[in-house]
């Protein structure tokens, strides 16, 4: 049996239990229709929600609601998926698009955990603060259903990434995660940023408090602005960064150089020593060793701390060096190897370091460059311009519909005796030969004229990238002088930038390779065209019962191509009478015309338009039979034959229909073949034509 709410619950129940300004900021949010959707189950006990906000992904809420017997609504726990987390605007707007489901008739049944016994009849109800006592009171004894287990703490929670930065500081990357039922964190961890409040979501617990408060105070303390917290050791007092990395540690969510290591664990200190590891190019870099010369990575601070990435320990470096030396000789960048001599003197004074190898450095200037360009493409989006605008004002691409767009690249580089060096490198080419580092010094006055040769390539729509084009077109994967070539689209059409391309090839980028250029076609470069020499053969098999069906087959190397949709556009468009005054007509257009044959491996083959003039005119003279053909119109089928061989083109065909083809064209020419004298009727002219046709078949 049904029985109304005895209590009805209004906006300002929401607000007194929900707060301000969380209730205020949801009603806006109600009101402007963000609430995408919210139920409410059948005992009222839990709503669940989701709101459109700030980010692209909505915030979904989980709300638990808690009732007094006589129908008053004592609490909301609602848990938000946003940064705030709890009691959130998001949860005030669900709530507030709930409010007419909270009040109407639901069953007489309370949830278990509301149950009390019935005051006598002429008792009078307690309301009020008692009440709500009276409620939390049987929270006390009553069984928890999982649901509301979870209520009031989150399955995400802050985690803390350590890493050393390039300059020596030891960087703190906040991250809100969700840790699996595997015990494995998720692989879509959001960076968290935390402003100068105190933060309220139900991913901080209490424990992080103190320690994002260090964190701040820390980061004011020392020299360094910007975004996150890098802080250097050595601006502080021995053992504060220590300190706070043990507070870290202690929550069970600190991580050291990626969060796939394992969780960080202090551990006893740990003996270690400095050695020299060589790596590309001759340099050197100090590393640390433990006492069975495993490598062991290191946190910059006084005194600094080993991390073995195996098991997570974690602890203080017992070394022959002081703190402060061994803070300085982790941060020391790699040395190259012409600064070996240099740094060795420098560190000679210091025990605790070996010297670095000595590597003999041996000059060559005898190298002149091969100038290298890499033709390839890369991945764009292009936007209408005034779309373009809206980005420039702080949109983002993403918010739009941008169309993917190919950018052809062209990417010029110099080879030295085979080492590769991009035209903005700073160094010279360098190679190991044993002990000894050869360097190759770089001819600059080459280099400038090979770069010089490539503005000629203007003329054909290439152009350098600059900050203007790389918005326009969302340019990805693009490197610091690269050439662009023009992009399709609506004014450049695929066909016009091929015969462009095809110029260029043929007129700049074949003579500058027999300059000495060396021209390199990346398999993603959308216009790679080959000189092999087009055959063409045409073939009319059985398709289906009394069918047949023509084919041309254009044959470039080992790879094959279907022709016969090609011819056929061209005959359609064309639609000319090859039997008329238009024989010209098409000979001036087809020597204008060139078409580009798409083959499988996604080159192309350009033909002279000329070319294809032979094969053009049979078929417009056989047009009817090219989408396929009665045998009773095999008469054609001679004609085209003839017409098709005469012009170089092989053509295969069963003999039984050539044969076919050869009597039904003879019928045209047949002298009148009168009847057998044993016919006593007068034929009528049909009837002689009919039987002349099968004295010619027979």
Known sequence: MESPSSTPIDRAD???LIGEPHFSRGAAYDRRGMVLAAELDASRKHAKGTVAGSERKPYTQDITLLWHPAGQLLRIDGNCTCPVGRNCKHVAAVMLSLLPELNRRRTGTLPQLLQTERSGAGEPEVAGYLAG???????????????????GSSAERLYYLLKPDPMGKLEFELFKIRQLKSGELSKRPQSFSPGYDIPTGAFVQFEDIPILGKLRFLKQRGPEGGPGFRLDARKFERDTLVDLVKDIIATGR??????????????????????????NRGEQSLILLDDNERELEALPTLPPLYVDTRDGACGEIESEANARL???????PPVPAE???????????FRAVPPPKQIEIVTRDDVRPTPVLRLLSVDGRMSPYSEFLSYRRGYRFADYEAEHVTIPILRPGFDYDGHHVTPHAQRDPQYRDGDRQIVIRRDQRAERKALKRLRELEEYGVSEIDDVTKEIYDIKGAKKGDLMFEVESELHLTNELALVALAMTRDALEPMKAEGWRIEFDDSWPYRFRDDRLEISASVEKSQTDWFSFSLTAIAGQQELDLLPLVLQIVETLDFDIDGDDDEALDAILDDMILFLNLPDGSRLPVEGAELAPLIRACMAARALLAGFHPGEAGEVTRLAEALE???????GSPELLELGRRLQSLRDMPEVLPPSSLKAELRPYQKSGYG?????A
């Open 339 to 349: 600064a070996v001599r240099k740094i060795a003197s420098s560190l000679s004074r």
């Open 254 to 279: 600190a991580r050291a150089l990626t969060l796939q290591h394992p969780a960080l664990q202090w551990s006893s200190p740990r003996r270690a020593h400095f050695a020299w590891q060589e790596k």
């Open 133 to 151: 006592w009276l409620g939390r009171l049987n929270e006390l004894d009553a069984p928890l259903d999982q649901n509301e287990r979870k209520s």
């Open 326 to 332: 061994a803070l300085e000789l982790l941060s020391m």
């Open 693 to 697: 046709w099968l004295r010619a078949l």
């Open 14 to 16: 929401l607000r007194r």
């Open 646 to 652: 005469g012009s170089g083109i092989r053509f295969q």
